[in-house]
């Protein structure tokens, strides 16, 4: 049972590989661009992150999963509230996070987004 059982942690292991070097690959070239919005969007663009702005500061930062889930992600961008992310704006309409966003629940994807190019983890 044992033997069994290494060989399809192996071939799970494998195929997640596999995965993220397609997903890697379909994605490559593919750059994320920031809009700034005062509210929330109905509905989201595809390659956009939405930074929302109020009286002149960034308080988060909208996206949809890159991993294909659709789920809307949310990332805080107020320093006083936890968890927080650094955004940093880029030329080009681009922009970096930090930290990486993980999704815990759902697709479970776990990427950095890096001068507007998504990097997975």
């Known amino acids: 049972m ?3 059982t290494n060989v399809l942690d ?8 596999c995965w993220l ?3 890697d690959r379909w994605t490559r070239g ?5 809009e700034h919005v005062e509210d929330e969007p109905v509905r989201l663009s595809p390659r956009t992150v939405y930074i929302i702005r109020d009286a002149g500061q960034d308080w988060a930062a909208i996206m949809s999963c ?4 659709g789920q809307v992600l949310h990332m805080n961008l107020i320093p006083d509230s936890k968890p927080v992310w650094r955004l940093t704006e880029h030329p080009g309409l681009t922009a970096s996070l930090w930290p990486s966003v993980w999704r815990r629940e759902g697709c479970g994807c776990h990427f950095w987004l890096k001068r507007g190019r998504i990097q997975w983890c």
């Open 66 to 69: 890159p991993g294909g889930c």
């Open 2 to 4: 044992t033997i069994i």
């Open 10 to 17: 192996r071939f799970i292991l494998l195929a997640h590989r």
């Open 30 to 34: 593919a750059l994320f661009r920031i």
């Open 21 to 23: 070097w397609l997903r």
